[in-house]
């Protein structure tokens, strides 16, 4: 089993910057993409960022331009770098790391509360 252990949540003003990372407690092979999801209370999670193992990224239109996922693989994690923060980044963030050949995985880390003051 892999955790996924987030940090670098917390308290930031409107315009501030925050990054997060997310330690993986293992190598993992054959992945498909790590990333980064958020829920707002009374929201569904969705999607922020993600990079491919390829590298390739995608955004949720809201945060492009403000926000870059990273990733460095030899130690086995993943960044979320905020800038130009908004209140409505207010959530609680979540590492998710997929992928697997004959047997698909699907880790989550615990979650960290960000949230943006006005």
């Known amino acids: 089993q892999v955790q996924l252990v987030e940090s670098g949540g917390g308290l930031v003003q409107a315009g501030g910057s925050l990054r997060l990372s997310c330690v993986a407690s293992?190598?993992?092979?054959?992945?498909?993409?790590m990333g980064w999801y958020r829920q707002a209370p009374g929201e569904q999670r969705e999607l922020v960022a993600a990079?491919?193992?390829?590298?390739?990224?995608n955004y949720a239109d809201s945060v492009k331009g403000r926000f870059t996922i990273s990733r460095d693989n030899a130690k086995n994690t993943v960044y979320l770098t905020m800038n130009s923060m908004k209140p409505e980044d207010t959530a609680v963030y979540y590492c998710?790391?997929?992928?697997?050949?004959?047997?698909?995985?699907?880790?989550w880390g615990q979650g960290i509360q960000v949230t943006v003051s006005t």
């Open positions: 293992r190598t993992i092979s054959s992945i498909n993409a």
């Open positions: 998710n790391v997929n992928g697997g050949t004959c047997s698909r995985y699907d880790y």
């Open positions: 990079i491919t193992s390829s590298g390739n990224r």
